[in-house]
């Protein structure tokens, strides 16, 4: 195994893209495995969380929330689900651990030109 590789894919990346993408890293012996990429809102903070981060309600925070590692031991980190900040029954959480080898990417395509 050469590394373990978590993903996020941003808007307006193609299936086909990502499939590839996939496929190459796993047949040069990286593990793949897919997050979440989500905003939480002042009304979560309100119902479903012990915290808001300070929040601004204008420009809602980003989090990325990702799987355990397969090699992670699950009894040895207790900030997994932090603040209720998890997805998908509790398997992806914005509370996570990057160790040696491993690399987080968010993908997707820039935006077009534009003026502000």
């Known amino acids: ?61 980003g989090l990325i929330y990702l799987p355990r590692s397969p090699f992670e031991v699950k009894n040895n980190y207790t900030a997994w689900c932090a603040h209720n900040l998890c997805k998908s029954n509790g398997t992806m959480s914005a509370g996570w651990r990057v160790s040696e080898g491993e690399t987080i990417l968010l993908t997707g395509r820039t935006p077009p030109k534009s003026a502000y």
């Open 1 to 61: 195994m050469r590394g373990w590789v978590f993903y996020i894919c941003w808007w307006f990346v193609t299936s086909t893209e990502v499939e590839n993408w996939q496929s190459s890293l796993r047949d040069n012996g990286f593990i793949v495995q897919q997050g979440i990429f989500d905003f939480f809102t002042l009304e979560q903070c309100k119902t479903e969380m012990d915290t808001c981060y300070a929040q601004n309600p204008l420009t809602p925070y």
